[in-house]
């Protein structure tokens, strides 16, 4: 079985930035050699609260789902960037509430079961 190249970034919450502090939300994961493009998000909104008690959840979590929203067809003002375009525009460095951490690759037969495998690790308690 073939092995391809992918990239993956933690995406995380961080909902007073000038604190630093953050939770991970979901993952995004891009495989050019497979065509594909996917996050996977779950907002822990007890552990968010405990980071600042005033946090807008429901705002939060409307952030997150435009990453999920991003990858699919129906991608919005990103849906004429190819995959790759648009992993690196959601990628890309901000000082949001809801940004990703640094991109991180890896080696992967099935990016399906990586980015799983991935969210389990990275985002699941």
């Known amino acids: 079985m073939s092995r391809d190249v992918y990239e993956y970034a933690v995406i995380r919450v961080m909902p007073r930035v000038e604190r630093g502090e953050l939770i991970n939300a979901g993952v995004l994961l891009y495989c050019q050699p497979r065509d594909y493009l ?28 435009a990453y999920e929203l991003a990858c699919g067809e129906e ?22 509430i809801v940004q990703t951490g640094p991109v991180h690759a890896g080696l992967t037969a099935d990016p399906d079961t990586e980015l799983a495998r991935l969210f389990d690790k990275l985002v699941r308690l």
């Open 75 to 96: 991608a919005g003002p990103l849906v004429k960037e190819s995959l790759g375009g648009r992993f690196r525009w959601l990628t890309a460095p901000r000082s949001t």
């Open 38 to 65: 996917c996050a996977r998000v779950d907002l822990n909104a007890t552990r968010l609260r405990a980071l600042d008690p005033a946090v807008d959840v429901d705002g939060v979590r409307q952030a997150l789902s």
